[in-house]
């Protein structure tokens, strides 16, 4: 007989992708019992090594993605300087094993779930590895499979396909909706030599011509050749169909080495060494949840300027023709836009009452999700979903009752943990006005709640500059109670202190590798080792020593009555000694 082990926990999420991670994580570290259910052996969804599609997001000056993205990111440079997937696996599989509230499922896929009155109840799932049941009980439930299995397991409305461009109007070419999405694909990796390599495809190949290769030909000197264009199945079921699918895919990928290699038409080629063909798809759209507002193109392109906003994107619109590779025009359409904010309003479910969702699923129109499906966007919405259900948890409420009553903490809660939203400043804790700031020029900079450069503040500096071995602080007229000191480094947004092109700059990880590829590092700018002192009202110092810091932002605990806190850093991970501070204020 094959055994059913029941679990019970406060928040329980479906699907370990960047979305998924981010929202377990972030309820976790808010003090609730968490279930992350993953269906693969390794976490990272389209990132992992699987499938190995780049982690994107906003495009522009200062508009890295940060919050627990960062810290995952951070520590990327930081233990994989060359780029290695088993490495990149380690570091998202420590990131949830590292948090004690989270309980993770690996191999293990939902495939039931019981609804009562509106409410997801528990979910069932099947683990592969020890061929058991797994039934999860919880109060709350979020949807971060991408393929929205909730959706059919509980009734939870969502919709799949191109919207008529009236529906929302849109500017679109379709003037009717469709059942159509954006494809799949199964990625190549290439590795350069010194000597030659041999190929010999598999018999099952697709065998392509000249006109095919023209349409996608590769481009090997580019470190921003990732295969991407090796795309089928948006003209089908994106899901259902995903096992034909990826047939097709393999065999059009070694087709497609195979000409590249042994055509003769392209010079060097015999140096190059086939890496990894992935077997699992990367899918870019599948189904999409309804919450009480559905995003469309048009808030994309006006900046969505929403008063529930708790996350943000800024890939360009890249929408992907559905017939994919075998498309004679244009693969994708690409249109820029600056960055702009996602409601909460689209991360929880119009219908089923206590259902969150976060990812490529979440409400949105096609056209709208061309833009917002990227990772680091998803990693961010996973951070909101998963900051929301743990005031919901805290307050007793719903999804629904976090947005009626409890949003501005929401916000604040995410500007706290190192989220930027749009049109929002962090509102510095209460000690951090009573003090008075000493040790460097425009100290006021340290906390005006602003936590990087950006436009949208203005075009003056956010932070301070001051030497390693200088202190900065504050002082206090009268002993202040301080639970926390929140700092918050330069880690350089823009990636600009890294090795490199800006392809190698921007991503943690790499396509091709070459015997010129680069050894990375932590970004120069961030403070390596730094000292926190405080002096007590009984006129006792203590301090605290970090060492080798890979995090933007800290949040030291202090718990005392202090007359004076202070700040030194000693080294940064570059040659440097100038110090570029954004935040230093106290909770």
Same mark, same amino acid.
């Given at each position: ?15 370990? #992708? ?13 003090? %609730? ?23 994107? #997001? ?19 440079? =930081? ?61 709350? +439930? ?19 396909? @191109? ?43 697709? *065998? ?112 992907? %023709?559905?017939?994919? +590779? ?13 960055? =702009? ?8 479910? @119009? ?62 809660? !995410? !500007? ?33 709640? @602003? ?31 301080? *639970? ?21 700059? =921007? ?11 680069? *050894? ?50 000693? @080294? ?16």
């Amino acid at each position: 007989m094959i055994k059913t082990i029941e679990h019970e926990v406060e928040f329980c999420v479906v699907g370990g #992708g960047l979305a998924g991670m981010c929202a377990a994580i972030a309820a976790a570290r808010h003090g %609730h019992r968490v279930a992350l259910i993953q269906e693969r052996p390794v976490l990272g969804g389209n990132a992992s090594s699987e499938i190995r599609m780049w982690v994107c #997001g906003a495009q522009g000056k200062n508009n890295r993605e940060t919050g627990i993205i960062e810290e995952i990111n951070l520590e990327a440079m =930081y233990r994989n300087p060359y780029k290695l997937y088993p490495v990149w696996d380690s570091i998202l599989y420590g990131k949830v094993t590292a948090e004690p509230n989270i309980t993770l499922f690996l191999n293990t896929s939902v495939c039931e779930a019981e609804t009562v009155e509106g409410e997801i109840r528990s979910v069932t799932a099947w683990q592969m590895t020890t061929q058991t049941f797994h039934r999860v009980r919880a109060k709350l +439930f979020a949807d971060c499979s991408g393929d929205s299995i909730l959706a059919p397991l509980t009734d939870a409305a969502f919709r799949v396909g @191109r919207e008529a461009r009236e529906e929302f109007g849109e500017k679109t070419s379709i003037e009717t909706a469709d059942k159509k999405t954006m494809g799949m694909s199964c990625l190549i990796q290439a590795r350069k030599t010194d000597e030659d390599i041999e190929f010999i495809a598999p018999t099952w190949a697709k *065998k392509l011509t000249d006109e095919d290769i023209a349409r996608r030909a590769p481009h090997m000197d580019s470190s921003g050749e990732n295969f991407w264009y090796l795309e089928l199945g948006g003209d089908r079921d994106s899901i259902g169909d995903t096992e034909n699918v990826r047939d097709e895919l393999v065999a059009l990928a070694f087709g497609f080495w195979d000409y590249y290699k042994n055509s003769g038409k392209f010079p060097g080629a015999e140096k190059w060494q086939l890496d990894f063909l992935g077997f699992l798809p990367g899918k870019r759209e599948s189904r999409r949840m309804e919450g009480p507002y559905i995003m469309h193109q048009g808030d994309v392109l006006s900046g969505g300027h929403f008063d529930d906003v708790v996350a943000y994107g800024g890939w360009p619109l890249d929408d992907h %023709h559905p017939g994919g +590779f075998y498309h004679l025009g244009a693969p994708n359409v690409w249109g820029d836009v600056g960055i =702009y904010g996602i409601p909460y309003r689209a991360l929880y479910s @119009r219908n089923i009452g206590n259902l969150f969702f976060a990812g490529r699923n979440i409400s949105m129109t096609h056209a709208a999700m061309s833009s917002a499906r990227v990772m680091m966007t998803c990693a961010v919405l996973g951070q909101a979903v998963g900051t929301a259900a743990a005031l919901a948890l805290m307050h007793e409420t719903s999804p629904a009752g976090v947005y009626a009553c409890h949003i501005e903490e929401l916000q604040q809660s !995410l !500007l706290r943990d190192d989220c930027f939203l749009p049109y929002l400043t962090r509102r510095v804790g209460a000690p951090t006005k009573r003090g008075i700031p000493f040790g460097c020029e425009h100290a006021e900079n340290l906390r005006n709640g @602003r936590d990087r450069n950006h436009p949208l503040y203005g075009d003056g500096e956010q932070g301070v500059y001051f030497r390693t071995g200088e202190e900065i602080g504050y002082t206090f007229t009268t002993p202040c109670e301080v *639970k926390n000191a929140h700092i918050v480094f330069d880690s350089d947004l823009d990636r600009t202190t890294l090795p490199g092109d800006s392809c190698e700059q =921007y991503h943690s990880m790499r396509a091709n590798i070459t015997p010129e590829s680069p *050894k990375m590092c932590v970004p120069k700018t961030l403070v390596r080792d730094y000292t926190l002192a405080w002096e007590t009202a009984d006129g006792k110092r203590e301090t605290r020593e970090i060492t080798d810091n890979i995090r933007r932002m800290n949040e030291i605990p202090v718990g005392k009555t202090i007359t004076r806190i202070s700040l030194i850093p000693h @080294r940064l991970w570059g040659e440097r000694d100038e110090v570029h501070l954004f935040s230093f204020d106290l909770y």
